[in-house]
């Protein structure tokens, strides 16, 4: 696994999630048009990351006959405004992953939002390893499982993608419809994380990457 790979196999799809669709503007849900817009700019970057041979998780055999990934349609509702709440007081942990690897983490924080009229929360983490690269220093990860896995979406979970600078006066934009795989869900011998107890929404969450494992 290249350098690339191995950094995409802490949180997965870090180039095209981040440089697609979670700006660093201020928070505050954008309009349906700019939503539209940014969901379709991401969409496209995550395929063009699957088609390049260098980047592309998936076997050689299935990247001759890719032509995109599925997704959900496309789902406003699914973008929601979070209020942050740091907690970083915790201590590095060992987060859990498809293999023996177990990549130290810490709790950077709790988003509460609302989801179909029902509060929710997840938590943030921040990846030590790549603490140490300038190049994704200010990155956090958050892993979660839903009551769509392995029921259109990929049952080991999906992930996020947020920066630091997004957290604008307590609150940042939360959008599902950039959730994306793990790269396990398309065999190899990658190393994902799992994501924590604490991240396991009781909801359905009909947006992202679909899959049909």
């Not at 390893?129 to 259109?152: C, I």
Request: hydrophobic share 35%; charged share 15%; net charge positive.
């Amino acid at each position: 696994m290249n350098t690339t790979h191995w950094l995409l196999a802490l949180p997965l799809a870090l180039g095209a999630a981040m440089g697609a669709a979670q700006s660093t503007t201020p928070a505050g849900r954008p309009s349906v048009a700019e939503h539209s817009q940014q969901v379709f700019a991401f969409q496209q970057k995550l395929n063009a990351e699957y088609r390049n041979p260098a980047e592309s998780p998936l076997p050689a055999e299935a990247q001759k006959s890719f032509t995109g990934l599925p997704f959900y349609p496309v789902n406003y509702a699914a973008c929601v405004e979070a209020r942050f709440e740091a907690d970083s007081l915790g201590a590095p942990f060992q987060m859990v992953t498809s293999t023996a690897r177990r990549p130290q983490y810490r709790k950077y924080g709790v988003l509460h939002f609302a989801f179909e009229g029902k509060p929710q929360q997840l938590v943030v983490y921040q990846s030590l390893d790549l603490q140490r690269n300038p190049e994704y220093r200010d990155y956090l990860f958050v892993p979660f499982t839903d009551r769509t896995n392995g029921h259109g979406s990929y049952g080991g979970g999906r992930y996020l993608d947020l920066r630091r600078g997004q957290i604008r006066q307590g609150k940042i934009v939360l959008d599902f419809n950039q959730a994306y795989n793990p790269y396990c869900a398309y065999g190899g011998q990658y190393s994902c994380p799992v994501p924590p107890a604490e991240n396991r929404l009781q909801i359905a969450v009909q947006a992202g990457v679909m899959s049909d494992h």
